[in-house]
């Protein structure tokens, strides 16, 4: 499944962040605008709480209907996936201005999205990171006081638009994000499909002896829900086939340099089996972040 959520126990209150975040930081205006388009698809931030509510109904469709998450009585009747931090994050958007309603008049559709939520506004609401109640981000934290930090959730693309065009966008989209805000790392839960981690074993298993982070950016998760990811000895993983069978916005990162914490969490709820992901910037693939990121950083330039 083309998705990534930041699954929370709602009952997890603000406190992750450590007192000693810095204050000095300049505050930046928002990313307005459009960020990239290919043909009929564009991506930048939804402007409006309309959009945020297509962002929502798209999230419904592909967790709820798609993924086989257990919807409660106000997801069913409202068919948006919405909790209480979707105020306080930006939502990134790839929308297709090429659709039409049934009356074949042009109606724009968002059919992508990320949900972004930066360390300072995480701090400033007092509503801390959404994967804090699966893993230990206070002292990722507590080891990086100065640095910026950009939990990335709810991603989804809706089943027609899984291709190379728009997973490009809602990357570009996110790097422009990341030059904007001066963000340092990326983190977030990334998501397999199915609650059982046992059908993930052999994936699990490589993650764990191939694509953990090192000590400094490493995260383990709440003990009272972790689920240890070597389940297999390592010479019984085929390395291959592991990598192959990996979702493929988990594969993406991978690409990308991103690196995985230790222990696994099973979200009945959502039906998922979630891993923390982190990439610190300065560590990431700089052929990708050329190729998803030059344009935008050439155009910052010239302005």
């Known amino acids: 499944m083309w998705a990534i959520k930041l699954n929370a126990d709602r009952n997890i209150v603000a406190g992750v962040f450590p007192a000693f975040l810095p204050k000095s930081i300049k505050k930046r205006g928002p990313l307005a605008g459009s960020i990239a388009r290919l043909g009929a698809l564009e991506v930048r931030l939804a402007a409006t709480k309309k959009e945020v509510r297509k962002a929502q109904r798209l999230r419904f469709k592909v967790f709820f209907e798609e993924g086989g998450a257990v919807a409660d009585a106000k997801t069913k009747l409202t068919r948006r996936d919405a909790d209480r931090f979707d105020k306080f994050c930006d939502h990134l958007i790839v929308i297709d201005h090429s659709t039409r309603n049934r009356f074949g008049k042009i109606k724009p559709k968002v059919v992508g999205a990320y949900r972004l939520l930066r360390s300072d506004i995480a701090e400033e609401k007092k509503c801390g990171f959404y994967s804090a109640a699966e ?78 982070a090192e000590n400094e950016w490493r995260v383990r998760a709440r003990e009272s829900r972790r689920t240890p990811m070597e389940m297999l000895g390592r010479e019984s993983v085929d390395e291959r086939r592991a990598l192959a069978a990996l979702p493929p916005l988990i594969k993406g990162y991978l690409r990308v340099g991103a690196r995985f914490g230790d222990g696994a969490v099973v979200d009945r709820a959502f039906n998922t089996v979630d891993v923390f992901v982190v990439m610190p910037v300065d560590k990431m693939d700089a052929r990708y972040l050329e190729h998803f990121g030059g344009q935008s950083e050439k155009a910052a330039q010239a302005a």
């Open 135 to 212: 893993y230990d981000v206070a002292s990722l934290l507590e080891r990086h006081p100065h640095k910026r930090f950009l939990e990335l959730g709810r991603s989804c693309v809706l089943a027609d638009y899984r291709g190379k065009r728009t997973i490009d966008l809602l990357w570009r989209g996110l790097l422009a994000y990341v030059r904007h805000y001066n963000i340092d790392a990326l983190i977030g839960c990334a998501s397999f499909e199915g609650a059982n981690a046992l059908a993930h074993a052999a994936q699990l298993s490589y993650l764990a002896y191939h694509a953990q």
